[in-house]
Nanobody, 116 residues
C-alpha cells in the first residue's frame, strides 16, 4: 500500500504563491502518474495538474500559466508551484498517484485558502 503525504498548504492573499509537496511512501518507482486534485465546498473533485514519470504534464485550463507541476523520480515526490493565486483556487488539494492510467492512491488533503 502506498501512502502519500502532502505538505505546504495554508492561507495566502490573492496574487500570492504557495508550493505544495507530496511524498510517496514507500518509494515505489512504478508510480507512473502523479498529480494534484482539488475539491472546493459543494463542488466535485477536479484534476488540477498531472505528470508522468517521463515528464509529460497536463493542466486544468483554469490554472494554466499560473501553476507548475514537477516531480523527482528518485525521491518519488511531486510538487505544485502555485503563483498568482485567486480566491477561486480555495479548496482542499489532494495528491494522487497511480501505476498507469488511473489514480489509485490518495493523500489526506491539504487546505489552501486564498483571501481577497
Amino acid at each position: 500500500q502506498v501512502q502519500l503525504v502532502e505538505s505546504g498548504g495554508g492561507l495566502v492573499q490573492a496574487g500570492g504563491s504557495l508550493r505544495l509537496s507530496c511524498a510517496a511512501s514507500p518509494k515505489i518507482a512504478t508510480l507512473y502518474r502523479m498529480g494534484w486534485y482539488r475539491q472546493a465546498p459543494g463542488q466535485q473533485r477536479e484534476l488540477v495538474a498531472g505528470i508522468t514519470s517521463s515528464g509529460e504534464t497536463n493542466y486544468a485550463d483554469s490554472v494554466k500559466g499560473r501553476f507548475t507541476i514537477s516531480r523527482d523520480n528518485a525521491q518519488i515526490t511531486v510538487n505544485l508551484q502555485m503563483n498568482n493565486l485567486k480566491v477561486e483556487d480555495t479548496a482542499v488539494y489532494y495528491c494522487a498517484a497511480g501505476h498507469w492510467i488511473t489514480y489509485e492512491y490518495w493523500g489526506q488533503g491539504t487546505q489552501v485558502t486564498v483571501s481577497s
